[in-house]
Protein backbone atom coordinates (compact mmCIF):
# COMPACT_ATOMS: atom_id res chain seq x y z
CA UNK A 1 0.00 0.00 0.00
CA UNK A 2 1.69 3.21 -1.12
CA UNK A 3 2.08 5.69 1.78
CA UNK A 4 -0.40 9.13 2.21
CA UNK A 5 2.83 10.92 1.25
CA UNK A 6 3.20 9.19 -2.28
CA UNK A 7 -0.88 9.75 -2.97
CA UNK A 8 -1.44 13.16 -1.96
CA UNK A 9 0.93 15.98 -4.36
CA UNK A 10 1.96 18.07 -1.47
CA UNK A 11 2.21 17.39 2.02
CA UNK A 12 4.69 19.72 3.35
CA UNK A 13 2.90 22.29 5.90
CA UNK A 14 4.66 25.14 6.93
CA UNK A 15 3.27 27.04 10.58
CA UNK A 16 5.43 30.56 10.86
CA UNK A 17 4.83 32.13 14.04
CA UNK A 18 6.31 36.17 14.56
CA UNK A 19 7.03 36.73 18.46
CA UNK A 20 6.30 40.20 19.23
CA UNK A 21 4.29 42.21 21.56
CA UNK A 22 2.45 43.57 18.43
CA UNK A 23 1.50 41.94 14.80
CA UNK A 24 4.46 42.41 12.54
CA UNK A 25 2.96 42.92 9.35
CA UNK A 26 4.95 40.65 6.90
CA UNK A 27 3.52 41.80 4.00
CA UNK A 28 5.12 45.11 4.32
CA UNK A 29 8.18 45.62 2.35
CA UNK A 30 11.35 44.30 3.97
CA UNK A 31 13.82 42.18 5.09
CA UNK A 32 12.69 39.20 7.57
CA UNK A 33 14.33 36.57 9.02
CA UNK A 34 12.92 32.86 10.42
CA UNK A 35 14.41 29.82 12.19
CA UNK A 36 13.26 26.65 11.06
CA UNK A 37 12.06 23.34 12.60
CA UNK A 38 10.39 20.38 11.34
CA UNK A 39 10.11 16.62 9.70
CA UNK A 40 11.24 16.19 6.41
CA UNK A 41 9.78 13.24 4.44
CA UNK A 42 12.34 11.85 2.13
CA UNK A 43 11.37 10.01 -1.69
CA UNK A 44 11.27 6.44 -0.87
CA UNK A 45 12.41 5.78 -4.88
CA UNK A 46 15.96 7.60 -3.88
CA UNK A 47 15.95 5.42 -0.51
CA UNK A 48 15.72 2.18 -2.94
CA UNK A 49 19.74 3.07 -3.60
CA UNK A 50 20.59 1.24 -0.83
CA UNK A 51 18.83 -1.62 -0.80
CA UNK A 52 21.49 -3.79 -2.13
CA UNK A 53 20.65 -5.65 -5.57
CA UNK A 54 22.56 -5.73 -8.24
CA UNK A 55 21.38 -2.56 -10.13
CA UNK A 56 23.50 -0.67 -7.31
CA UNK A 57 26.93 -0.08 -6.81
CA UNK A 58 27.20 -1.77 -3.39
CA UNK A 59 25.65 -5.16 -3.92
CA UNK A 60 24.54 -7.32 -0.93
CA UNK A 61 25.70 -10.56 -2.97
CA UNK A 62 29.00 -9.38 -3.29
CA UNK A 63 28.76 -8.80 1.28
CA UNK A 64 27.40 -12.41 1.54
CA UNK A 65 29.35 -13.86 -0.99
CA UNK A 66 32.45 -13.03 1.27
CA UNK A 67 33.95 -16.25 2.71
CA UNK A 68 35.13 -14.84 6.32
CA UNK A 69 31.19 -13.14 6.28
CA UNK A 70 29.25 -16.38 5.25
CA UNK A 71 30.96 -18.43 7.15
CA UNK A 72 30.41 -16.46 10.31
CA UNK A 73 26.42 -16.61 9.07
CA UNK A 74 26.34 -20.46 9.05
CA UNK A 75 28.16 -20.84 12.31
CA UNK A 76 25.93 -18.85 13.83
CA UNK A 77 22.61 -20.47 12.85
CA UNK A 78 24.79 -23.91 12.95
CA UNK A 79 24.27 -24.20 8.80
CA UNK A 80 26.06 -25.99 6.51
CA UNK A 81 24.75 -23.29 3.09
CA UNK A 82 22.41 -20.60 2.42
CA UNK A 83 21.40 -18.56 -0.54
CA UNK A 84 19.72 -14.96 -1.13
CA UNK A 85 15.94 -15.21 -1.50
CA UNK A 86 15.09 -12.24 -2.05
CA UNK A 87 15.68 -8.50 -1.05
CA UNK A 88 12.67 -6.59 0.09
CA UNK A 89 10.11 -4.81 -2.08
CA UNK A 90 10.05 -1.44 0.18
CA UNK A 91 13.03 0.61 1.44
CA UNK A 92 11.95 3.49 2.98
CA UNK A 93 13.13 6.67 4.66
CA UNK A 94 12.24 7.45 7.99
CA UNK A 95 10.60 10.89 9.00
CA UNK A 96 14.21 13.05 9.86
CA UNK A 97 14.43 16.10 12.00
CA UNK A 98 15.47 19.26 10.19
CA UNK A 99 16.96 22.59 11.22
CA UNK A 100 17.75 25.85 9.28
CA UNK A 101 17.61 29.96 8.62
CA UNK A 102 14.45 31.23 6.24
CA UNK A 103 15.01 34.71 4.57
CA UNK A 104 12.75 36.99 3.09
CA UNK A 105 12.78 40.09 1.79
CA UNK A 106 9.68 42.22 0.34
CA UNK A 107 10.12 44.44 -2.16
CA UNK A 108 6.36 45.40 -1.94
CA UNK A 109 3.48 44.17 -0.33
CA UNK A 110 3.14 41.50 -3.09
CA UNK A 111 6.06 40.19 -3.71
CA UNK A 112 9.15 38.97 -1.98
CA UNK A 113 12.21 36.85 -2.26
CA UNK A 114 12.74 33.82 0.14
CA UNK A 115 15.84 31.70 1.12
CA UNK A 116 15.82 28.36 3.35
CA UNK A 117 18.56 26.73 4.40
CA UNK A 118 18.12 23.30 6.10
CA UNK A 119 20.21 20.66 7.49
CA UNK A 120 19.26 17.42 8.19
CA UNK A 121 20.07 13.81 8.26
CA UNK A 122 18.03 10.59 6.74
CA UNK A 123 17.97 7.39 7.61
CA UNK A 124 16.20 4.42 5.19
CA UNK A 125 16.06 1.02 6.06
CA UNK A 126 15.11 -2.83 3.95
CA UNK A 127 14.98 -6.63 4.87
CA UNK A 128 16.14 -9.54 2.90
CA UNK A 129 15.48 -13.07 3.52
CA UNK A 130 17.99 -16.15 3.21
CA UNK A 131 16.83 -19.56 2.96
CA UNK A 132 19.35 -22.43 4.15
CA UNK A 133 19.69 -25.28 2.32
CA UNK A 134 18.74 -27.62 5.09
CA UNK A 135 15.33 -29.37 5.78
CA UNK A 136 13.64 -27.20 8.06
CA UNK A 137 12.23 -28.50 11.45
CA UNK A 138 8.61 -28.95 11.96
CA UNK A 139 6.51 -27.46 12.33
CA UNK A 140 8.22 -24.99 10.20
CA UNK A 141 7.37 -25.22 6.48
CA UNK A 142 10.79 -22.72 5.54
CA UNK A 143 13.92 -22.49 6.73
CA UNK A 144 14.73 -18.57 6.13
CA UNK A 145 16.12 -16.09 7.87
CA UNK A 146 15.36 -12.36 8.04
CA UNK A 147 18.11 -9.72 8.03
CA UNK A 148 18.45 -5.91 7.35
CA UNK A 149 20.04 -3.17 5.83
CA UNK A 150 20.00 0.24 6.82
CA UNK A 151 21.66 3.81 5.58
CA UNK A 152 21.82 7.29 7.29
CA UNK A 153 22.70 10.25 5.10
CA UNK A 154 23.06 14.06 5.38
CA UNK A 155 21.34 16.62 3.27
CA UNK A 156 22.39 20.64 3.18
CA UNK A 157 19.62 22.00 1.12
CA UNK A 158 19.80 25.49 -0.10
CA UNK A 159 16.23 26.86 -1.45
CA UNK A 160 15.32 30.53 -2.80
CA UNK A 161 12.64 31.71 -5.22
CA UNK A 162 9.40 34.05 -5.36
CA UNK A 163 6.66 35.03 -2.52
CA UNK A 164 3.58 36.20 -3.99
CA UNK A 165 1.29 37.13 -2.30
CA UNK A 166 -2.56 37.64 -3.25
CA UNK A 167 -5.40 39.53 -2.75
CA UNK A 168 -5.97 39.56 0.78
CA UNK A 169 -9.76 38.23 2.14
CA UNK A 170 -11.42 38.73 5.27
CA UNK A 171 -8.86 37.38 7.72
CA UNK A 172 -6.23 36.15 5.56
CA UNK A 173 -3.91 36.71 3.05
CA UNK A 174 -2.98 33.24 0.44
CA UNK A 175 0.21 33.04 -1.02
CA UNK A 176 2.36 31.22 -3.53
CA UNK A 177 5.91 30.15 -3.73
CA UNK A 178 7.65 29.75 -6.34
CA UNK A 179 11.34 28.42 -6.38
CA UNK A 180 14.58 26.22 -6.73
CA UNK A 181 16.63 23.74 -4.52
CA UNK A 182 20.17 22.65 -4.57
CA UNK A 183 20.99 19.84 -2.03
CA UNK A 184 24.53 18.15 -0.65
CA UNK A 185 23.98 14.49 -0.44
CA UNK A 186 26.86 12.47 1.60
CA UNK A 187 26.41 8.69 3.19
CA UNK A 188 27.54 8.80 6.29
CA UNK A 189 26.57 4.73 6.50
CA UNK A 190 25.67 1.93 4.55
CA UNK A 191 25.33 -1.81 6.74
CA UNK A 192 23.65 -4.80 7.01
CA UNK A 193 22.84 -6.87 9.96
CA UNK A 194 21.74 -10.32 10.74
CA UNK A 195 21.48 -12.45 14.19
CA UNK A 196 24.13 -10.83 15.75
CA UNK A 197 26.19 -9.75 13.07
CA UNK A 198 26.90 -6.46 11.40
CA UNK A 199 28.69 -5.60 8.22
CA UNK A 200 29.43 -2.97 5.69
CA UNK A 201 28.07 -2.73 2.28
CA UNK A 202 30.85 -0.25 1.02
CA UNK A 203 32.65 -3.36 -0.76
CA UNK A 204 34.35 -4.20 -3.50
CA UNK A 205 36.30 -7.36 -4.77
CA UNK A 206 39.23 -5.49 -4.41
CA UNK A 207 38.43 -3.58 -1.15
CA UNK A 208 36.45 -4.27 2.19
CA UNK A 209 35.89 -0.31 1.68
CA UNK A 210 34.79 1.49 -0.99
CA UNK A 211 35.94 5.12 -1.86
CA UNK A 212 32.51 6.76 0.26
CA UNK A 213 33.42 10.34 -1.57
CA UNK A 214 33.22 8.74 -4.86
CA UNK A 215 29.92 6.56 -3.93
CA UNK A 216 28.02 7.89 -1.51
CA UNK A 217 28.51 11.61 -2.78
CA UNK A 218 25.60 13.20 -4.66
CA UNK A 219 24.19 16.84 -5.68
CA UNK A 220 20.91 17.49 -6.46
CA UNK A 221 18.62 20.12 -7.92
CA UNK A 222 14.89 20.67 -8.76
CA UNK A 223 12.07 22.95 -8.68
CA UNK A 224 10.19 23.89 -5.15
CA UNK A 225 6.38 25.20 -4.60
CA UNK A 226 4.14 25.78 -2.25
CA UNK A 227 0.97 27.59 -1.32
CA UNK A 228 -0.87 28.56 1.55
CA UNK A 229 -1.88 31.48 3.58
CA UNK A 230 -1.29 33.79 6.33
CA UNK A 231 -3.35 35.15 9.40
CA UNK A 232 -3.19 36.80 12.72
CA UNK A 233 -4.38 34.51 15.65
CA UNK A 234 -3.96 36.93 18.35
CA UNK A 235 -2.12 40.63 18.95
CA UNK A 236 1.47 38.49 19.36
CA UNK A 237 0.95 36.23 16.53
CA UNK A 238 0.47 35.58 12.97
CA UNK A 239 0.50 32.29 11.88
CA UNK A 240 1.33 31.16 8.05
CA UNK A 241 -0.17 27.49 6.95
CA UNK A 242 1.07 26.02 3.46
CA UNK A 243 1.73 23.43 1.82
CA UNK A 244 5.21 22.86 0.09
CA UNK A 245 7.27 20.14 -2.13
CA UNK A 246 10.45 20.04 -3.71
CA UNK A 247 11.07 18.15 -7.00
CA UNK A 248 14.90 16.50 -6.47
CA UNK A 249 17.04 14.62 -9.01
CA UNK A 250 20.94 13.57 -7.62
CA UNK A 251 23.18 12.79 -10.32
CA UNK A 252 23.87 10.10 -7.90
CA UNK A 253 20.10 8.17 -8.06
CA UNK A 254 19.26 7.57 -11.80
CA UNK A 255 15.21 7.72 -11.04
CA UNK A 256 15.04 11.39 -12.24
CA UNK A 257 13.17 13.92 -10.16
CA UNK A 258 11.45 13.01 -7.28
CA UNK A 259 8.91 14.37 -5.00
CA UNK A 260 10.60 15.24 -1.23
CA UNK A 261 7.94 16.74 1.22
CA UNK A 262 8.54 18.39 4.98
CA UNK A 263 6.66 19.37 8.14
CA UNK A 264 8.23 22.90 9.13
CA UNK A 265 7.69 25.67 12.22
CA UNK A 266 9.20 28.83 11.25
CA UNK A 267 9.54 31.82 14.31
CA UNK A 268 9.89 34.42 12.87
CA UNK A 269 12.55 37.54 14.20
Given at each position: ???????????????????????????????Y????????????????????????????????????????????????????????????????????????????N??????????????????????????????????????????????????????????A????????????????????????????M??????????????????????????????????????K??????????????????S??????????????
Open positions: MKTVRNILPIILISISLLGHSQIKDVAKPGFWAVNAGVYFGNENDASFYNGDNTRPAKLEDVLGQQTIRQDILDYYNEDNFFLLNLGSRFLYKPAAIVGLHLQYNTSKLGFYSDINVLLLQSHGIFMIEFTSPPIPPKTTNRQEGLIYASERRFNISGGFHLLLPQNKYTPYIDLGFTASILQTDKHRMEIGNNYSLLYTSADYSMEQSILYSAFGYGPQIGAGVQFPVSSYVVFTGAYTEFLSYNLIEGFNMNNCIIIRAFF
